[in-house]
């Protein structure tokens, strides 16, 4: 059974930037892509971002292209969501979680299906 454990959130100005962490227990973190999805007040938990088991391939949700970047550190079984320019609208509940392959097709990447395991999540509060 693995465990996530996400860190990094908090409450910030539009603008700010932030990091989030992800870690992950077991020891074949290595093998499996990893996304990050959000779910905002009063709606339905949206895809973020999602990596590859190597890093080589990464996709992104259009609302944070160009201002959020994924990355992965197989040696600590971590995954990254660095934030910046930061806006009111992404202010959500984060969660990372693992794939269910070592790469999720980006046609299928928006997929909660194509993930096995999740987090409880990180608080993100992005005030105007």
């Known amino acids: 059974q693995r465990q996530l454990v996400e860190s990094g959130g908090g409450l910030v100005q539009a603008g700010d930037s932030l990091r989030l962490s992800c870690v992950v227990s077991g020891r074949t973190f290595s093998r499996y892509a990893m996304g990050w999805f959000r779910q905002a007040p009063g709606k339905e938990r949206h895809f973020v971002a999602a990596?590859?088991?190597?890093?080589?391939?990464?996709d992104y949700a259009d609302s944070v292209k160009g201002r959020f970047t994924i990355s992965r550190d197989n040696t600590r079984n971590t995954v990254y969501l660095e934030m910046n320019s930061l806006k009111p609208e992404d202010t959500a509940i984060y969660y990372c979680?693992?794939?269910?392959?070592?790469?999720?097709?980006?046609?299928?990447?928006?997929?909660?299906?194509?993930?096995?395991?999740w987090g409880q999540g990180t608080q993100v509060t992005v005030s105007s």
């Open positions: 979680a693992v794939g269910s392959v070592s790469t999720i097709p980006t046609m299928r990447v928006k997929n909660q299906e194509q993930y096995d395991y």
């Open positions: 990596i590859s088991w190597r890093g080589s391939t990464t």
